[in-house]
């Protein structure tokens, strides 16, 4: 999500700086950038002149101090780990300066809760944007309850000039995006689970019934199960209704390190080198 949002705002004129503690991470990071740019190109969406030039909006930092000084806006997209993203927001509260905007990418967590371990909670707000960043359109606003109006009205011209279609949302468990989409993913999973279908069934049904361009199981080993998990929890432990509880074997997989797409298998085998959907050995008849 951090490599799609740099992308985003180098190709809309942003200088960036993309911060991440492991270098060969960010060394990867802009290979990656690089390749999704030069896919823009090779459909003309973006000419080569403007490509390259994006490529050099872009700076690479390992030090989070050079990251931040003297920014405008910061975007934390760390995982959906509430302890991280509070401990990396009580960092950059000492860092930035009263004016610098401080927005977080999460898909579930309170933007209250993240504001309140910073200097200045009015200027913290929820900038959720959709995977793959460059491609979708929405981003979710989310005001806490001390951001004030100029930030969430600095925030959501920001978002057009991206290109972005802003959504405002209230700062409830999940928002809006996840409180809908992360209990049908899970109700497809327990529909798993319990043996009504199996993965192809289940994903063939959303796709051709409902007119879902990806299955709900292919989504979420997409979005990562981990994180699918970390948000029904979000869900469960903030609504403390039994209807978020995650599925059972959602909390198994998790736990045997079938992640989806990032560990090479969940619902699907990720390894093959294909776009082809190959069921995981799990889940094959």
């Known amino acids: ?68 000084t003297s920014a405008d806006i910061v975007i934390e997209a760390a995982t959906e780990n509430e302890s991280l ?23 579930s967590i309170s933007i209250g809760k993240i504001a309140a371990v910073t200097k200045y909670p009015e200027n913290v707000i929820g900038m959720h944007f959709m995977n793959p960043v460059p491609v979708m359109k929405l981003v979710e606003i989310i005001s806490g309850y001390k951001t004030s109006k100029k930030t969430t009205a600095i925030i959501t011209q920001l978002s057009k000039k991206l290109g972005k279609t802003p959504v405002a949302c209230n700062d409830y468990p999940g928002f809006v995006a996840n409180r809908i989409l992360m209990p049908m993913i899970n109700e497809a999973i327990i529909t798993l689970h319990e043996g ?35 948000i ?14 995650p599925c059972p074997l959602l909390v198994n997989m998790v736990m045997a390190g079938k992640m989806g797409v990032k560990s090479g298998e969940g619902f699907y085998s990720w390894t093959h080198g294909t776009k082809d959907l190959i069921l995981a050995d799990t889940f094959k008849k």
């Open 1 to 68: 999500m951090g490599n799609g949002i740099a992308h985003v705002f180098a190709i809309n004129g942003f200088e960036v700086r993309l911060f991440d503690i492991n270098e060969k991470a960010l060394a990867k990071s802009i290979v990656n950038i690089e390749k999704n740019i030069n896919r823009q190109i090779s459909k003309e969406l973006l000419t080569t002149d403007a490509g390259r030039s994006s490529l050099k909006r872009i700076q690479l930092v390992s030090n989070l101090e050079k990251a931040v």
């Open 85 to 107: 993203k509070l401990q990396i927001f009580s960092s950059l509260s000492t860092l930035v300066s009263k004016e610098t905007i401080l927005a977080t990418n999460t898909s």
């Open 196 to 230: 009504v279908a199996g993965v192809e069934e289940i994903d063939t049904v959303m796709k051709l019934g409902m007119a879902h361009p990806m299955g709900p199981l292919q989504l979420a080993d997409f979005i990562g199960l981990d994180t699918c998990l970390a």
């Open 232 to 245: 029904m929890n979000v869900l469960h432990d903030g609504f403390g209704n039994p209807k978020y509880a």
